[in-house]
């Protein structure tokens, strides 16, 4: 195993570390402070996991989803001043849901570009209770096409639902397999202190809640979030000279990145391929290949996934390759995703348990699985001997798609 961790991702490419990771935690309605002060909260959280000084970051990428929900333009930069890391270089990052994992590919890229040996990512959201549910409902529609869906009364849960709808006639896919997602998401978020909604659920409790566009209900959808995740990037070389324990802790690669886009009208993407997420699959393709992974379902260990509805979840098993199109509601009935499964998933509880602050979420997810791989995550919910971990995200209907894989070396 320790040889070919040596071999993953390398393809003569600069390599790089995880130095520390942090988040703050994720509530319905955070009253302590504003955005920037849980980004403040994330990033000390992400430096003293990584033992680092704030004076030896080279750079920063700042990713959120919208200006409007913050109330505030141009708020990358105050995060940048507001950690302290004035006058280096930062750039903000934009892209739905797929915010953080977008960011993270930057990162990598300005890491292998030259542009500096050390980087951090933050991401946040404010979508709280501050933030109505109809005015984030319309904020979130304004990443549709406004010219085409948004007039007619289009929104994201709609869409959604109408793609679940042709994968359950199409694969015979059951609301009850869905809603085991959301029992298996909600109760691994008891096991995690930061998150928002842990919760002990049964499959009827979950078929009983409210209907929000069918075939979803409440508890199919993920949650409204304030939060904030930040990760230290680093090359290796640099990480050797200034991360002063770096030595004395396993060391995490970033190992593949992968990005892809479809076109962002469900109904414009081919029939055959309308009941799957074909963008997805092609970013966990670029990432397998970086890193060198033949069988996702048989090589990686841990993985987080885009869970914004149930559906999603099941969906992205079938386009990330661990089963075949169709199969994803029997991988759900028979646990093969739980934790103690033979792929656990979102342990950390996904943007259904743990919570989704758009901007944050894809980071969030890189801190589990760097947690999951350091073998640093609460008993309850740690996979035993996790040694390759993915992170997956998307925004739209997975209209835009980043996946990533970290390898613990040795």
Same mark, same amino acid.
């Given at each position: 195993?320790?040889?070919?961790?040596?071999?993953?991702?390398?393809?003569?490419?600069?390599?790089?570390?995880?130095?520390?990771?942090?988040?703050?935690?994720?509530?319905?309605?955070?009253?302590?402070?504003?955005?920037?002060?849980?980004?403040?909260?994330?990033?000390?959280?992400?430096?003293?996991?990584?033992?680092?000084?704030?004076?030896?970051?080279?750079?920063?990428?700042?990713?959120?989803?919208?200006?409007?929900?913050?109330?505030?333009?141009?708020?990358?930069?105050?995060?940048?001043?507001?950690?302290?890391?004035?006058?280096?270089?930062?750039?903000?990052?934009?892209?739905?849901?797929?915010?953080?994992?977008?960011?993270?590919?930057?990162?990598?890229?300005?890491?292998?570009?030259?542009?500096?040996?050390?980087?951090?990512?933050?991401?946040?959201?404010?979508?709280?209770?501050?933030?109505?549910?109809?005015?984030?409902?319309?904020?979130?529609?304004?990443?549709?096409?406004?010219?085409?869906?948004?007039?007619?009364?289009?929104?994201?849960?709609?869409?959604?639902?109408?793609?679940?709808?042709?994968?359950?006639?199409?694969?015979?896919?059951?609301?009850?397999?869905?809603?085991?997602?959301?029992?298996?998401?909600?109760?691994?978020?008891?096991?995690?202190?930061?998150?928002?909604?842990?919760?002990?659920?049964?499959?009827?409790?979950?078929?009983?809640?409210?209907?929000?566009?069918?075939?979803?209900?409440?508890?199919?959808?993920?949650?409204?979030?304030?939060?904030?995740?930040?990760?230290?990037?680093?090359?290796?070389?640099?990480?050797?000279?200034?991360?002063?324990?770096?030595?004395?802790?396993?060391?995490?690669?970033?190992?593949?990145?992968?990005?892809?886009?479809?076109? =962002?009208?469900? /109904?414009?993407?081919?029939? %055959? +391929?309308? *009941? @799957?997420?074909?963008?997805?699959?092609? #970013? &966990? $393709?670029?990432?397998?290949?970086?890193?060198?992974?033949?069988?996702?379902?048989?090589?990686?260990?841990?993985?987080?996934?885009?869970?914004?509805?149930?559906?999603?979840?099941?969906?992205?098993?079938?386009?990330?390759?661990?089963?075949?199109?169709?199969?994803?509601?029997?991988?759900?009935?028979?646990?093969?995703?739980?934790?103690?499964?033979?792929?656990?998933?979102? =342990?950390?509880? /996904?943007?259904?348990?743990? %919570? +989704?602050? *758009? @901007?944050?979420?894809?980071?969030?997810? #890189? &801190? $589990?699985?760097?947690?999951?791989?350091?073998?640093?995550?609460?008993?309850?919910?740690?996979?035993?001997?996790?040694?390759?971990?993915?992170?997956?995200?998307?925004?739209?209907?997975?209209?835009?798609?980043?996946?990533?894989?970290?390898?613990?070396?040795?």
């Amino acid at each position: 195993m320790a040889e070919r961790a040596r071999t993953r991702g390398d393809r003569g490419l600069t390599d790089v570390v995880v130095l520390g990771v942090g988040l703050s935690r994720f509530s319905h309605d955070r009253l302590d402070g504003s955005i920037r002060d849980w980004v403040v909260e994330a990033v000390t959280a992400a430096l003293e996991d990584g033992g680092l000084e704030r004076d030896r970051l080279d750079l920063s990428v700042m990713a959120y989803e919208s200006d409007h929900l913050a109330g505030q333009l141009g708020q990358g930069i105050i995060w940048h001043d507001s950690v302290g890391l004035a006058p280096r270089p930062t750039v903000r990052v934009e892209g739905g849901g797929a915010t953080g994992g977008l960011a993270i590919r930057s990162a990598l890229a300005q890491l292998r570009a030259g542009f500096g040996g050390c980087a951090l990512v933050v991401g946040a959201e404010r979508v709280g209770k501050s933030v109505s549910s109809a005015t984030a409902t319309e904020l979130f529609a304004m990443s549709s096409d406004t010219d085409w869906e948004l007039p007619v009364g289009g929104h994201f849960t709609a869409y959604y639902a109408m793609i679940m709808r042709e994968h359950m006639r199409r694969y015979g896919t059951t609301e009850e397999q869905m809603a085991q997602v959301s029992v298996k998401n909600h109760g691994n978020a008891r096991f995690h202190p930061l998150a928002q909604k842990p919760m002990a659920l049964t499959v009827e409790e979950v078929m009983a809640s409210p209907v929000i566009a069918s075939p979803y209900k409440l508890l199919d959808c993920s949650l409204l979030s304030d939060g904030a995740a930040a990760l230290v990037l680093a090359t290796r070389e640099w990480a050797r000279r200034n991360a002063h324990s770096f030595a004395d802790r396993p060391v995490i690669r970033l190992v593949g990145s992968g990005v892809a886009t479809d076109r =962002p009208r469900p /109904g414009d993407r081919p029939w %055959g +391929a309308f *009941a @799957g997420f074909a963008a997805k699959r092609r #970013a &966990a $393709e670029m990432a397998y290949a970086m890193a060198g992974v033949e069988e996702p379902r048989k090589e990686l260990d841990v993985a987080e996934i885009y869970d914004s509805y149930t559906g999603a979840e099941l969906m992205a098993y079938e386009a990330l390759g661990l089963c075949e199109p169709g199969e994803s509601g029997e991988m759900s009935d028979l646990g093969v995703f739980e934790l103690g499964g033979e792929l656990p998933i979102n =342990p950390s509880g /996904g943007l259904l348990g743990f %919570g +989704a602050a *758009a @901007g944050a979420t894809g980071i969030a997810q #890189a &801190a $589990e699985i760097v947690t999951q791989l350091r073998g640093e995550a609460d008993p309850r919910r740690q996979v035993e001997g996790a040694q390759l971990g993915l992170t997956d995200s998307h925004a739209g209907t997975a209209t835009i798609c980043a996946v990533h894989i970290f390898e613990r070396e040795g």
